[in-house]
């Protein structure tokens, strides 16, 4: 069994291969092979995560190096739990991705783009959650990166390249801290390897202890955007094209959090640096709520309440207790799912309407019903009302606040509900404004252009005039040799459903009111899948809570690593 525990990483990296030699061509087996891959690292997930629940945890000496000189890979319940969730919302989000068109926009391309690059971030993330030392967590990170500015920046336009540039330095800025870190973890502990630091760093010094918790706090802090570390966040994600902001909002975000989920309880059991942590979980949750409540556009509003609900995780964590780690777990599986299944249905609001700004939608639950039930389940969802999955976990951490007690745990036990209503305001305002009250006057009836190369450059005003005065004498299509059609580049609408030949890489996506099926289907099956958390509460629960005991002990991990 414990030869299963590299596959969720080898399989896409090598699959990437074979899809890179294929290139842009056979488009049908780019499909296949893609989904294929994804359903394979899915189930492999779930039996890695039944095995270490029942046999504890299993590790993989590649090479068969022992420690600290081998790659250790290891599977715990936790790790189990996080790769099959990020590997059934991965597959679905490929599924949404091939309805909207997107993978075979680059198609024109030397080689193919999106398959590659999505495949490489699912190798990057399985290689996080199983990495048993602190340079493949780091090896991990950089994957993801790479793969990430890819899929961010994905159609070459100045907003996603200048939003991605952000997110770049950012990331960079994290790695390079993030190398010191470890640099500075070997020089006092001779190792990276997780299970011997645990053992190691309680003989290291306390202020040289404490300084490399901070250390590494921060670098997870930036991954997670834990506030005041997370202004890059939404600027960035909305950019992205809809099934992209969607794996990120779910997946990049709870990397981070499970790194300090990690770290935290293995490296620093009663760490010094609780309150610290408390401060920002409870900044993080009242500050992106209130950045929620002023915001207008769809995106920007999940992106704030991405922000806000991940200082639920970090609460469970800054507590250090059974009942909070336990709740903190949950609360990782559920926030995944729904809010990727929140930003796809973004994305079939943009699709149909051509717009995810609020002040311009309306309409939308008499109009398209099926939209108006997918998204109101998953909102309810994250604003916790019960019995969904959302109130499981925060019920889970709210208990623990009060059993814990102290300043601390007390605030952060009301502003843990002051968030959850106002996370509930918001989701009510959104159903208001975009799907309860009539569409406004005006509103767009018509196709309208989502996705268009940006190839105007400033002073190309007077070619951009010329252009459109020689269309109009010789027609459409020609004298600028571009083939435009109709509207195209020019403001103007077009037919819904219209495929306008200037775009990226020769395509653009237009709106349509009758929404492609693969992405109504991959977005129904996430809500599903939400849904799911609740009908298993009971044994997700009893999960959660054998993988905080598991986490709390440290033995079981140790042991399977070290052999002791």
């Excluded at 390079?176 to 640099?183: E, N, P, Q």
């Excluded at 500075?184 to 290291?204: D, H």
């Excluded at 939308?364 to 019903?369: E, G, R, T």
């Excluded at 435009?484 to 775009?503: F, K, N, Q, Y």
Aim: contains cysteine; glycine residues 10%; negative net charge.
């Amino acid at each position: 069994m414990n030869a299963l525990v590299p596959l969720p990483v080898l399989l896409p990296l090598c699959v990437t291969g074979l899809k890179l030699a294929i290139g842009p061509r056979l488009h049908r087996l780019q499909r296949f092979i893609s989904i294929a891959v994804l359903g394979a690292v899915l189930v492999l997930s779930v039996v890695l995560m039944v095995a270490a629940d029942r046999h504890g945890p299993l590790s993989v000496h590649l090479g068969d190096f022992a420690p600290p000189v081998g790659i250790t890979l290891v599977a715990d319940r936790l790790a189990g739990l996080m790769l099959t969730v990020s590997s059934a919302v991965t597959l679905l989000v490929l599924v949404y991705s091939l309805g909207q068109g997107m993978a075979d926009r680059d198609d024109q391309a030397p080689v193919g783009v999106f398959h590659p690059a999505y495949l490489i971030l699912v190798a990057g993330v399985s290689c996080t959650f199983l990495a048993g030392d602190l340079v493949n967590l780091y090896v991990g990170f950089e994957i993801m990166l790479v793969a990430s500015f890819v899929l961010l920046t994905i159609g070459g336009t100045a907003t996603r390249i200048r939003a991605g540039s952000t997110y770049v330095i950012i990331s960079l800025f994290s790695s390079v801290l993030f190398l010191i870190a470890i640099a500075m973890t070997y020089a006092v502990a001779g190792t990276v390897n997780l299970a011997q630091l645990s053992l190691r760093l309680q003989e290291v010094p306390l202020g040289v202890r404490t300084l490399l918790e901070a250390m590494l706090l921060t670098v997870f802090a930036i991954k997670a955007a834990v506030f005041p570390l997370a202004a890059w966040l939404p600027d960035s994600y909305p950019t992205a094209p809809a099934p992209v902001t969607a794996v990120f909002a779910g997946l990049l975000t709870k990397v981070g959090v499970y790194s300090m989920l990690r770290t935290q309880t293995l490296l620093f059991p009663g760490h010094r640096l609780g309150d610290l942590l408390m401060l920002a979980a409870l900044a993080s949750m009242v500050v992106g709520i209130l950045g929620a409540v002023a915001q207008t556009d769809l995106k920007r509003v999940l992106s704030f309440t991405l922000i806000s609900h991940i200082g639920y995780m970090v609460f469970g964590i800054a507590l250090g207790g059974h009942g909070s780690i336990s709740g903190a777990i949950v609360y990782v599986a559920h926030h995944i799912t729904v809010q990727t299944t929140l930003f796809l249905v973004a994305g079939l609001i943009e699709r149909r309407d051509g717009t995810t700004e609020l002040t311009r939608l309306g309409g939308l639950a008499k109009a398209a019903p099926l939209l108006a039930v997918l998204f109101f389940v998953p909102a309810m969802n994250l604003a916790g009302i019960p019995p969904l999955s959302g109130f499981i976990g925060k019920l889970g951490l709210m208990r623990a606040g009060i059993d814990a007690g102290g300043g601390w745990a007390w605030a952060l036990v009301a502003g843990s509900a002051a968030t959850s209503l106002l996370t509930l305001y918001v989701m009510a305002k959104v159903w208001n404004l975009a799907f309860w009250r009539d569409a406004p006057p005006g509103a767009e009836e018509e196709g309208v252009v989502l996705e268009s190369a940006e190839d105007d450059e400033p002073g190309d005003d007077e070619d951009d005039e010329d252009d459109r005065e020689e269309e109009r004498a010789s027609g459409p299509g020609r004298g600028t040799g571009r083939g435009r059609d109709a509207g195209a580049g020019t403001g103007l609408p077009v037919p819904a459903g219209a495929v306008v030949s200037e775009g990226f890489l020769g395509q653009s996506i237009t709106t349509t009111k009758r929404l492609p099926w693969p992405m109504t289907a991959a977005t129904g099956a996430a809500v599903a899948l939400g849904l799911s958390y609740t009908v298993l509460g009971g044994p997700l629960t009893t999960f959660t809570q054998a993988a905080a005991t598991e986490l709390l002990a440290r033995t079981p991990y140790i042991e399977a690593v070290l052999g002791r």
